[in-house]
Each structure stands twice: as C-alpha cells, then as structure tokens.
C-alpha cells in the first residue's frame, strides 16, 4: 500500500524546494553580477546585485515560514542543488545567456509557485498561499522585464 501525503508533507516540500530555489539563484545572480561583461555591463551588474538581495530576503522569508510551522528548511548546499528545480550558472555564460537563463529560471519557480498556492489554498494554508503569491507576483514582474531585456 503507497502512503500518500497529508497536507503538512506537501506543504513542507513544497516550502523547502523554494529554499533551495533561491539559495541556488541568491549564488547564481551573485555569479552573474561578479562576472557579467560587455557593452550592458553597468545595467546588468546593477540589475543581478538587485536580484540577490532579493532572493536572500525570500529565501529568508521561506526558511522562517517554515520553521513557524514546525518543519525544518534545507540548510546545506549539498542538499539544497540536489533538490533544487533551478541550476547552478555553468560559467562562461554571456550576458544574454545570462539574462535568459534567469528569466527561464523566474518561469520554473512562478510554475512552482503556483502549485504551492494551490496546496496551501487546498491545505487552509493562507499565510502560505499569500507568501508565494506575493513571490511570485514579483518574479513574474522580474522575468516580464529580463525578457524586455532580450527583445530585438
């Protein structure tokens, strides 16, 4: 017989995945914003250090939900790139790549995103659903302007 999930199980992975989401993006737009090069390096340098410090505030944001809920986030890089949706920058990337990269990334976690509001919703999980749908409101508006940023 297959166990299936009670609410606090989905809730939990669903939670502990965007930990591990944004502390591969927090290293990745640190990457980016390190070695980003060429003729939009002002704009993009400005826009990655942006970017970071956002994902470190939701990232932070997530872990304490979840630690106000009783489950314990991922806390080692180990774990976190093993159960990560979003990959680390392979290096070498070019500016354009760098921006595609993170706006296909912004595209998987709000997908994640939504899954999230939905178990919460289904779960009575509000302060939850609210949290994600306040992120995601943000990486949508952030992924519309990356991909501005790529338009011919």
């Given at each position: ?60 944001t997530i ?10 986030p991922t ?78």
């Open positions: 017989m297959v166990k299936t999930k009670d609410k606090n199980e989905i809730i939990s992975e669903t939670l502990n995945k965007q930990v591990a989401n944004f502390s591969v993006l927090f290293m990745k737009t640190h990457h980016f914003h390190w070695y980003v090069k060429g003729e939009n390096f002002f704009t993009l340098h400005v826009k990655f250090e942006e970017l970071y410090t956002e994902s470190a505030l939701h990232l932070d872990a304490e939900r979840m630690l106000a809920i009783g489950v314990s806390a080692t890089l180990k774990e976190q790139l093993e159960i990560a949706s979003v990959e680390e920058a392979a290096g070498g990337e070019n500016a354009r790549e760098m921006v595609r990269t993170l706006a296909d990334d912004f595209n998987t976690i709000c997908t994640e995103l939504t899954e999230g509001i939905t178990a919460a919703e289904d779960n009575d999980d509000q302060p939850t659903a609210d949290m994600f749908i306040a992120i995601r409101t943000s990486l949508e508006k952030h992924k519309w302007m990356l991909e501005a940023y790529l338009a011919e």
